[in-house]
């Protein structure tokens, strides 16, 4: 009876690490990473497309992402769309592929992008506590009900509690390496 609840906490937790990675991909560091224009989104004939479903994104060098759009005829939006974007980014068409140069981060700007990745952590362990709160109250509902022993429900208390730490570990970890990868000049 507990099992099943504690496999769905487990899941709904690896879920928001997995979500808090890809967050973590779209923050720029020094590197080129497709991921980083991945969701820019494209007027594409009238539809906000993202850009990752328009062209291919491929970075050949580590300060160099190179955009093959699809439709020929739509290189313009693209590049539009790029320049754009929050990301700060300057392309470049030749009418066959865009190239984006990634520019080197200032101090100041690693620092912003170390605070974001602190802040997108935060966000990640209260999803992951949210999930603990909501698998702890069904528990209990289970335990009032008389479906579960006082015993059992106590023993599923400290594995949620466990399975919890883990999680947040793994968002810890996936935070510390991401904040080394922004400050790395």
């Not at 769905?8 to 890809?22: Q, R």
């Not at 991945?38 to 050949?60: M, R």
Request: glycine share 4%.
């Amino acid at each position: 009876m507990i099992d099943p609840v504690l496999r769905d906490a487990e899941t709904k937790m690896t879920k928001s690490v997995d979500h808090f990675a890809g967050e973590l991909a779209t923050i720029r560091t020094g590197r080129a990473n497709p991921a980083l224009i991945d969701k820019v989104i494209v007027p594409y004939y009238g539809t906000p497309t993202p850009l990752n479903q328009l062209a291919q994104i491929s970075a050949p060098e580590p300060r160099l992402l190179v955009v093959q759009v699809y439709d020929r005829s739509q290189i313009g939006a693209v590049e539009k769309a790029l320049r754009t974007s929050e990301q700060g980014l300057n392309p470049a068409s030749d009418g066959q592929v865009i190239r984006v140069p990634i520019p080197p981060l200032t101090e100041e700007r690693r620092r912003e992008y170390v605070k974001l990745v602190r802040q997108k952590a935060e966000d990640a362990r209260v999803a992951i506590r949210n999930v603990r709160r909501d698998e702890l109250h069904r528990i209990d509902q289970m335990q009032k009900a008389g479906d579960v022993a006082e015993d059992d429900s106590k023993r599923a208390h400290a594995r949620l509690q466990k399975i919890t730490e883990s999680q947040i570990e793994k968002v810890d970890a996936l935070a510390g390496r991401k904040e080394s990868e922004v400050m790395e000049v």
